[in-house]
């Protein structure tokens, strides 16, 4: 089973902050007039007990920020590989063949001929990662978290102190190991791995501005959210209400000892043993 090593680039993780852009009178405007969906189409359309404007009181609202990651990577991995060459034979006469005192007999079929041997390549290969994930593990569009990138202004932090700031289900680590396991996927072809390593470009937080409005149906004692998005003013019905936020001041420095803490897990079905390299904070600060 071979070892590989996990570094990250100096300067490679990072936090920004979205500037709000959608108002939060027009996002409160939004939520009233989508309220009655926020429990689900059923309930909409349910002729005999369906949620009205009368029924249908909000209970909480709040501006927060829901954090994404953007996760750059390259796997490096030297190896050997074997592999028979077929080497065509264009001497109608031949019948043996010598490279460096070793001797080849000639196979013929038909007008064709040919010799075969063994060879061991020395092989260097690079499979990059390259992906945007929700810091709160739900299904977002493809192109929605770069998109915030570039159309909207963001400020970076060294440290940030937000009670706003939700705190990530997908921690910095999950993440990091969700991208080292994608790419140990990639099926390489060898008998022996000379090395094997992991250097991360990019493990940036990015921070944007949600606006959430609980709603209760006193009826039917049921509770719904209206999420609107600070940046577009898109509309989510269907939206969550996240209770854990982030209680104290984190720096850049915190949250690289977060996700720097020393991994050993192996990869199921991979033959691979991932050692994260042992640094402090200090240890990235250098160039």
């Known amino acids: 089973m071979s070892v590989a090593q996990i570094s990250h680039a100096a300067g490679s993780t990072r936090i920004f902050v979205f500037d709000e852009v959608y108002p939060f009178r027009a996002a409160q405007e939004q939520a009233e007039k989508k309220k009655l969906s926020a429990f689900g189409l059923l309930a909409k359309l349910n002729p005999m007990r369906r949620p009205t404007a009368e029924t249908v009181q909000l209970t909480k609202e709040e501006l927060r920020y829901e954090p994404f990651w953007h996760i750059t990577a390259t796997r490096s991995?030297?190896?050997?590989?074997?592999?028979?060459?077929?080497?065509?034979?264009?001497?109608?006469?031949?019948?043996?063949?010598?490279?460096?005192?070793?001797?080849?007999?000639?196979a013929r079929q038909k007008d064709k001929a040919r010799i075969e041997f063994t060879a061991v390549e020395q092989c260097h290969r690079k499979i990059g990662f390259d992906e945007y994930l929700d810091g709160m593990k739900r299904d977002v569009s493809a192109g929605s978290l770069p998109g915030y990138i570039k159309k909207y202004k963001f400020t970076e932090h060294e440290e940030y102190e937000n009670p706003a700031l939700l705190k990530p289900a997908l921690p910095l680590q999950a993440a990091t190991d969700l991208a080292i396991a994608k790419l140990s996927s990639e099926a390489v072809t060898a008998h022996e791995v000379l090395r094997n390593d992991f250097e991360f470009e990019r493990r940036h937080l990015y921070a944007r501005p949600v606006f959430a409005f609980e709603y209760r149906w006193g009826p039917a004692d049921k509770t719904g959210v209206i999420e609107v998005d600070g940046l577009t003013g898109e509309v989510v019905e269907t939206g969550r209400w996240f209770d854990?936020?982030?209680?104290?001041?984190?720096?850049?420095?915190?949250?690289?000892?977060?996700?720097?803490?020393?991994?050993?897990?192996?990869?199921?079905?991979?033959?691979?043993?991932?050692?994260?390299?042992?640094y402090g904070a200090d240890a990235l600060r250098k160039p």
């Open 244 to 278: 854990e936020k982030f209680t104290q001041r984190f720096s850049r420095d915190h949250l690289i000892d977060l996700g720097a803490e020393a991994a050993n897990m192996a990869l199921p079905g991979s033959g691979i043993v991932i050692k994260a390299i042992s």
């Open 77 to 106: 991995i030297d190896y050997r590989s074997q592999a028979t060459y077929q080497v065509p034979v264009h001497n109608a006469y031949a019948q043996q063949l010598q490279i460096d005192g070793l001797r080849f007999d000639v």
